[in-house]
């Protein structure tokens, strides 16, 4: 694996605005100062040119046209529309109007896309939130929202998606001024975890032990956070996993990360990172490799689904009975 300094040399994609207010981490959303949208968004061209590629794709699938058709709408070859779905190739700006009128695309999506043409500030769906969250998250937000799978690692907290709102209080409340201000933070997190309801996503979770025992809001709040967990995973809407801490694996497992996966296709994986005051994309196919195979050793390490639901039920019910009387 490439040492962290260079990873960042390559692939570093904003700079950080030097009034940070709190730690940035996959299970906790962060705000920023003043500046936080004067920071370029977290995706690379060619990350905007395959989220431009997929949403042109979805767009003409449910205008039931064809490549050919919308090859000749931009008078190219069939073979054009392919690598611009693929993300592949970009396209000019005239040929993107022609195939948002061909497709019949609506005014907010269509502004959506131009921006991704141009590869300038996104205004992606999550710009309602603009005021408790940088610009280069909403950018992440806008890929989750793209993606068919992901792949989530945590050590430490439980991840956004999974918390109940009881925890994402918990975790806000202490740090957070005024009231309004927390209640939209709250909306986030709940909004986001609206991918738990679709269909056509693949969704893999495994926590560390640490994550599990960790006491956000008390013992009772706990019970419920891990209940709410294995009834997910129970019902088949995640799969989970979790690392106990006697896991061979462990020393290699001390930091998250997160992977993305387009139109289930393995090719499109990146991998997302965050750490006290950077993150980063990766989707080389070098760095893509070297996260696969480090989620297959901690997989391979960590407990077995039904296993894992059964520690946590386990672990709830120890937090339950560990209450004052």
Do not use: C
């Amino acid at each position: 694996m490439l040492p962290i300094e260079t990873i960042r040399y390559r692939l570093l994609i904003w700079k950080r605005s030097d009034r940070v207010n709190e730690i940035a981490t996959l299970g906790v959303d962060v705000q920023y100062g003043r500046d936080r949208d004067e920071e370029a968004d977290v995706a690379s061209p060619t990350l905007q040119r395959r989220r431009l590629g997929i949403a042109l794709k979805r767009a003409r699938d449910q205008a039931d046209k064809t490549q050919d058709e919308a090859a000749e709408v931009i008078e190219a070859a069939s073979s054009k529309i392919s690598r611009i779905e693929n993300g592949e190739s970009g396209l000019k700006i005239t040929d993107l109007n022609a195939l948002i009128d061909f497709y019949d695309i609506g005014a907010d999506e269509a502004e959506r896309l131009r921006d991704l043409a141009r590869s300038g500030r996104k205004r992606g769906r999550w710009s309602a939130y603009r005021n408790v969250t940088p610009n280069w998250f909403r950018g992440y937000l806008d890929l989750e929202d793209d993606a068919t799978g992901i792949r989530w690692y945590q050590p430490e907290v439980i991840p956004g998606i999974l918390q109940t709102e009881a925890y994402i209080r918990a975790v806000y409340t202490p740090q957070r001024s005024p009231d309004d201000e927390l209640e939209r933070l709250v909306q986030a997190r709940v909004d986001r975890q609206d991918m738990l309801k679709r269909d056509d996503m693949e969704r893999f979770f495994i926590l560390s032990e640490s994550a599990i025992r960790r006491v956000v809001g008390g013992s009772a709040l706990m019970a419920e956070q891990l209940k709410h967990i294995a009834d997910l995973a129970e019902h088949g809407t995640i799969d989970v996993q979790v690392l106990p801490f006697d896991a061979q694996t462990f020393s290699l497992a001390t930091f998250a990360f997160s992977m993305l996966r387009f139109e289930h296709d393995a090719s499109t994986d990146v991998v997302y990172l965050e750490d006290y005051t950077d993150a980063v994309l990766l989707d080389q196919p070098e760095d893509v490799r070297a996260y696969n195979a480090l989620w297959n050793r901690i997989s391979a390490a960590a407990l077995g689904p039904v296993e894992s639901q059964d520690r946590l039920r386990q672990v709830a019910a120890e937090y339950k009975h560990s209450q004052p009387k």
